[in-house]
């Protein structure tokens, strides 16, 4: 076995580089159709629940695919099936543009879900395998980074265009960055050089008994859930509450960057501090963020949401670096843990993300902010629980990224 990139590297670039492109092009089209819900609505005479289902869709597909494609990577390799994830879904976004109806767009955007799930998948442990334990926890908060950014580019190049040229060349445009995102990956990925091929195995025992994995898998099901219904329901609170019209309310997601800073800073602090010591700040962080957005103010909304963007971004950041880690030491399959982290941080996303519509239309901005408040208290709770997890000692757990 091959010692792992240190940073400095050029390799150690590459993977920096690559991996946040692959987060860019896979979160830009997971979220592309969140600022058009409003659009969507109008365009396809739906509901505001039922036009979440377009997002909705797309993250149950993803997430029920992740169940499949972590353990397929082990047989297949984890860079082959990046590149398939990111070419694939991109095909797919192109045909999302030219959906016929509301039936079909929904199918489309549930088949481009599995398609995303080759990414998210794999990337966290292909980062354990390829690099040096010291940078790996700093690389896995750039990449969410990336996803970051990339969710911001999906909402807001989808909420610009589409005020101009209507939401198929949104759609359209989000599928090109993909296919561009996809060849630089192709370009600057670097082989595995650590991955040893086996076959797909059965679900380990401890994945699903662990303490630890079993919280985090929790937290990233609550955090995420949490945060998307803000997301889906902030489009129509902007047009509805402040007037402001689908790009306009896109536009409010630049606050974006503030994630990718937030999880990349989060990293290094989990790097020098622990895992458990940062992920109970990232909640509070959260927490305070969607108080702020029940103000009647827009710039105080704002600022909410990206105080809640900073939160989220951290507890995600630090939560699906230290999965691999803590499923390495427990004896479990890094992919086959990562993936069921997954699975639950977008079954949380399906599911409050679809309740926020409900909780929208029966009580507006008020009992989206309860909804979302319930689930940041029950991943708050937990991320002090997990600080009195015994650590295990068989890998850099016992690091003070553990």
Not at 62 to 80: D, F, P, Q, V
Not at 144 to 151: K, N, Y
Not at 343 to 353: R, T
Not at 358 to 375: I, K, N, Q
């Amino acid at each position: 076995m091959e010692t792992g990139y240190r940073a400095g590297e050029a390799g150690y670039r590459r993977v920096c580089l690559a991996l946040f492109a692959a987060g860019v092009a896979t979160f830009a089209a997971l979220y592309s159709t969140q600022a058009l819900l409003p659009e969507l609505a109008t365009a396809f005479d739906v509901t505001p629940a039922q036009s979440s289902w377009s997002l909705s869709a797309a993250t149950i597909g993803l997430g029920a695919t992740l169940l499949i494609t972590g353990s397929l990577s082990e047989r297949i390799g984890r860079t082959r099936l990046i590149h398939l994830s990111l070419t694939l879904s991109a095909l797919v976004g192109l045909a999302c543009a030219a959906a016929p109806g509301w039936p079909a767009l929904l199918v489309l955007r549930l088949l481009q879900g599995v398609a995303l799930a080759g990414l998210p998948a794999v990337a966290t442990a292909y980062l354990r395998e390829e690099l040096d334990p010291g940078v790996q926890a700093r690389v896995a908060g750039l990449y969410i980074g990336g996803t970051a950014l990339g969710g911001m580019s999906g909402r807001l190049v989808t909420g610009a265009l589409s005020d101009a040229y209507g939401w198929r060349v949104a759609l359209a445009a989000v599928a090109v960055l993909g296919l561009l995102c996809a060849a630089l990956a192709a370009v600057l990925l670097p082989r595995s050089r650590n991955f040893v091929p086996s076959p797909p195995t059965f679900v380990s025992r401890r994945a699903l008994t662990d303490p630890a994995l079993l919280s985090l898998y929790a937290i990233g099901a609550c955090s995420m859930g949490a945060f998307m219904a803000v997301c889906n329901a902030m489009g129509f609170r902007l047009t509805a509450d402040f007037g402001l019209g689908v790009g306009a309310a896109g536009a409010v997601f630049l606050v974006y960057p503030v994630g990718s800073l937030s999880s990349t800073f989060s990293g290094r602090l989990a790097d020098r501090y622990g895992r458990r010591a940062v992920m109970p700040f990232g909640c509070l962080l959260t927490a305070a963020g969607l108080l702020l957005t029940l103000a009647g103010a827009l710039p105080v909304v704002v600022t909410g949401l990206a105080v809640m963007t900073a939160g989220f971004f951290c507890v995600h950041g630090v939560a699906s670096g230290w999965v691999p880690v803590r499923a390495h030491a427990a004896g479990v399959a890094p992919a086959q843990a990562a993936s069921f982290y997954l699975f639950a941080y977008y079954a949380g996303s399906s599911v409050l993300g679809s309740l926020a519509g409900v909780a929208w239309s029966a009580g507006a901005w008020p009992a989206v902010v309860l909804l979302s408040a319930l689930f940041v208290s029950a991943g708050g709770y937990l991320a002090l629980h997990l600080r009195r997890v015994p650590v295990l000692t068989r890998t850099n757990e016992v690091r003070p990224a553990g």
